[in-house]
């Protein structure tokens, strides 16, 4: 009996134990406390950026004070980052409400709220956020289904926030969004980001039927083991129709169409195809 007693003593211990997460000797900061750290390091490398001089430094102090605030050293810091790094699903747990955090920071609580109908929508289907980085997944590639009202003239906006996680060398990532129409035409817009905050690119519709429109984003850095993450959060995809002119007359009578044979088929009245997001993700060589 003494010897099943220690028996499940030991088991239990080293269950405990096991639970812990371990990285070279240290003992991993947990979900929730990485979270409020990681909030207020994004935060300060914010305020450093945009001090306007003396960048280099601020950040360095901005980012010494955050460590001081929580009483870790930056060597604990790294390697817990460095473990979740690893740990993909876990860091997507710390992420998904930071993303949260750092959207309503930047005023997204007093942004224009979307629906999914109308002259103004905003169509975005796919994820909140999607977290990019220099030893694993350098992009993303996402193919998004057409909208069958749209007309030459109108405009697609895509939009979102940035926030760069990296100690060394430079952050620098290309969005390019695209439409694809009728007979290999391909209208496309690019754009550089090496900061944190809003990004939008915008392409108008010529007068060619739609085929798809494409989004991309990819973090050029060489493969390093040193920690180089970039957050896509806040993501919108907003159509502005055209409403003067002709263009608005010749949207009114496909709409007025689509109505009539949606009623006919006993269909619902969306009048965006509800197909779903085709993903790519991985790695390239730079």
Known sequence: MRYLFYTIAACCIIGMLACTPKHEGTQVIGKKMMTNILYDYHVAQTLATQSGDSVDF?????????????????????????????NVHLLNDIYQPLANRLNETVGKSKETQY??????????????FYIINATGQKYITLELPEDTLLQEG??????????????DGPRLATAI???????????????????????????????????????????????????????????????????????NTKRRNKERKATESTAQNDNNNDTIKKEPLKFHFGNTKQ
């Open 58 to 86: 601020k950040i360095r102090l901005y980012t010494q004070a955050v460590f001081k605030k929580y009483n870790i050293t930056e060597e604990e810091f790294d390697n817990s980052l460095r473990y979740y790094h690893r």
């Open 154 to 167: 109108d405009k697609m906006e895509w939009s979102f926030n940035t926030n760069w996680l990296s100690k």
């Open 177 to 247: 969004f695209s439409i694809a129409y009728d007979g290999d035409t391909v209208t496309t817009t690019h754009k550089n980001v090496s900061a944190t905050g809003p990004q939008q690119l915008t392409l108008r519709i010529i007068d060619q039927k739609m085929k798809s429109m494409h989004v991309q984003i990819m973090q050029h850095a060489d493969w390093t083991t040193t920690t180089k993450l970039l957050l896509i959060s806040n993501i919108k995809l907003v159509r502005y129709h055209n409403t003067t002119g002709e263009a």
């Open 115 to 128: 629906t999914t109908e109308g002259d103004t929508a905003n169509i975005w289907s796919g994820k909140d």
